[in-house]
């Protein structure tokens, strides 16, 4: 027996010991694709090496946050003065004043805003803001769209409009997700029969405008109005999810998407995440004065956390907020990430092969299907093994995408034209060896 000389596979056994399916994040484990995770040594700029020492062109940056690459030096040098200044506090700080004000300055639609931990206590936060201010039990949300893993939107649909979802995870009992209305993505029918039977209940619909948790799939214009619409009329809040899409796909992210296309267009509440602490463990949620001054401390809706606003994570944020405000950053970017696309698109069209891909600011994704599709039930048709084969033959060659064909994919700042054409390369030799 050959003694074995991968230090993944020996860390992925010693992990798995005590640590459950050897990960802190599902989706790490590569259950989809199979194989063995990369254990990640150290990262710079557009890579990442695992602890064989290989390299890999890093497509994933985090799952979003690593939008400037990985160690940037403005963003290092924050970090490394806020630390010597003191790691957590439990009391206000002034960067904590500098990193709202430079959202809410971004994002027009945010006026107040509160800083947390992780995109799931931002999420989960925001709906209890909803409910506690719209007085109103139920909630409307999307089949396809994750929206961190708070128990009442762990929820797939149910059989019917007039019935509610069923919980997606054990322990979330049946009574907890009662509230929760699961619809179809970019089915402007089922909303508006959503609304016509629930409208009175409703505290709010929470959607991520372009959803990146089945891949990448934009909400469509009119269907985007339509949800804009209803709201209103029926006075529930429109929340927009943009812990990925916001300051990915655009500086004022997808909301200032959308209102270019609708005028006057905002969400009522936004909740954000990943990049707005540019690597480190920060979210938040805001929107609408009136809203906002519903929590704890000015009203009755509670929230709080121990290391909301840490000192870090702001410096870190504040340095990453600052680097990608500079002027082109996101044509520069969008660019880039466009030239991915074409470049797969085309490497695909020669080779034969079914594909589909789209893209916004720094963030794509692409299908191993014809058309892009429009909602989840549309994403799951795509081939997993084909799509399986693609992912091993991309990591064997030193380029690491998503480990699942329903995630997004993310490009940086980081990013060479050099490293595009060698994904390009890459991607084209293994779509030949079909
Ligand atoms: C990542 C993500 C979350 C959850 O954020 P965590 O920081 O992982 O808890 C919520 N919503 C969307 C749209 C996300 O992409």
Request: with cysteine; proline share 8%.
């Given at each position: 027996m050959t003694p074995n000389t991968d230090r993944n596979q020996q860390l992925f056994e010693r992990a798995r010991q005590r640590i459950p399916g050897g990960v802190n994040s599902?989706?790490?484990?590569?259950?989809?694709?199979?194989?063995?995770?990369?254990?990640?040594q150290r990262a710079q700029g557009a890579y990442f090496w695992d602890a064989n020492g290989q390299r890999y062109i890093d497509y994933i940056g985090?799952?979003?946050?690593?939008?400037?690459?990985?160690?940037?030096?403005?963003?290092?040098?924050?970090?490394?003065?806020?630390?010597v200044e003191g790691f957590s506090f439990g009391?206000?700080?002034?960067?904590?004043?500098?990193?709202?004000?430079?959202?809410?300055?971004?994002?027009?639609?945010?006026?107040?805003?509160?800083l947390v931990s992780s995109g799931t206590e931002a999420a989960m936060s925001a709906l209890r803001l909803a409910r506690g201010f719209t007085g109103r039990p139920k909630i409307i949300k999307f089949e396809g769209c994750y929206h961190g893993h708070a128990d009442a939107l762990l929820v797939k649909a149910g059989s019917g409009l007039a019935t509610f979802g069923n919980p997606t995870s054990a322990g979330v009992p049946p009574e907890v997700v009662q509230h929760t209305l699961v619809l179809e993505y970019n089915n402007?029918?089922?909303?508006?029969?959503?609304?016509?039977?629930?409208?009175?209940?409703?505290?709010?619909?929470?959607?991520?405008?372009?959803?990146?948790n089945m891949?990448?799939?934009?909400?469509?214009?009119?269907?985007?109005?339509?949800?804009?619409?209803?709201?209103?009329?029926?006075?529930a809040l429109l929340v927009f999810d943009e812990v990925m899409t916001g300051f990915r796909v655009a500086l004022g992210g997808?909301?200032?998407?959308?209102?270019?296309?609708?005028?006057?267009?905002?969400?009522?509440?936004?909740?954000?995440?990943?990049?707005?602490?540019?690597?480190?463990?920060?979210a938040a949620f805001g929107g609408a004065r009136a809203v906002?001054?519903?929590?704890?401390?000015?009203?009755?809706?509670?929230?709080?956390?121990?290391?909301?606003?840490?000192?870090?994570?702001?410096?870190?944020?504040l340095a990453t907020l600052k680097e990608i405000s500079k002027p082109g950053f996101y044509e520069t970017l969008g660019a880039s990430t466009r030239s991915l696309v074409d470049g797969l698109k085309a490497a695909a069209a020669r080779q034969g092969v079914g594909f589909s891909a789209d893209c916004e600011g720094g963030m794509f994704g692409f299908f191993l299907l014809p058309?892009?599709?429009?909602?989840?039930?549309?994403?799951?048709?795509?081939?997993?093994?084909?799509?399986?084969?693609?992912?091993?033959g991309l990591l064997d060659r030193g380029v690491y995408i998503a480990p699942a064909l329903y995630e997004a994919g993310f490009v940086s700042a980081a990013h060479t034209a050099q490293d595009i054409a060698e994904t390009v390369a890459a991607a084209e030799a293994v779509f030949a060896a079909r």
């Open positions: 599902p989706v790490r484990a590569f259950r989809a694709v199979g194989g063995t995770p990369r254990f990640v985090s799952w979003g946050p690593m939008i400037l690459g990985h160690g940037h030096p403005a963003v290092l040098e924050a970090v490394q003065k806020a630390a009391a206000p700080t002034e960067r904590e004043i500098e990193l709202a004000e430079a959202i809410c300055e971004r994002v027009p639609s945010v006026e107040m805003v509160r402007v029918a089922q909303l508006e029969e959503a609304f016509a039977l629930h409208g009175k209940d409703i505290a709010c619909l929470m959607i991520e405008p372009i959803a990146g891949n990448f799939v934009r909400a469509q214009v009119d269907f985007m109005k339509r949800c804009r619409e209803l709201c209103t009329q029926h006075g997808a909301q200032s998407v959308y209102a270019k296309q609708i005028p006057g267009f905002a969400p009522d509440m936004t909740v954000m995440g990943k990049v707005i602490g540019g690597g480190m463990p920060l906002m001054e519903q929590l704890a401390p000015l009203g009755p809706v509670y929230q709080a956390g121990t290391l909301s606003g840490n000192p870090v994570a702001t410096a870190c944020g058309e892009l599709p429009q909602n989840y039930g549309a994403v799951m048709k795509s081939d997993s093994p084909a799509f399986n084969r693609l992912f091993h």
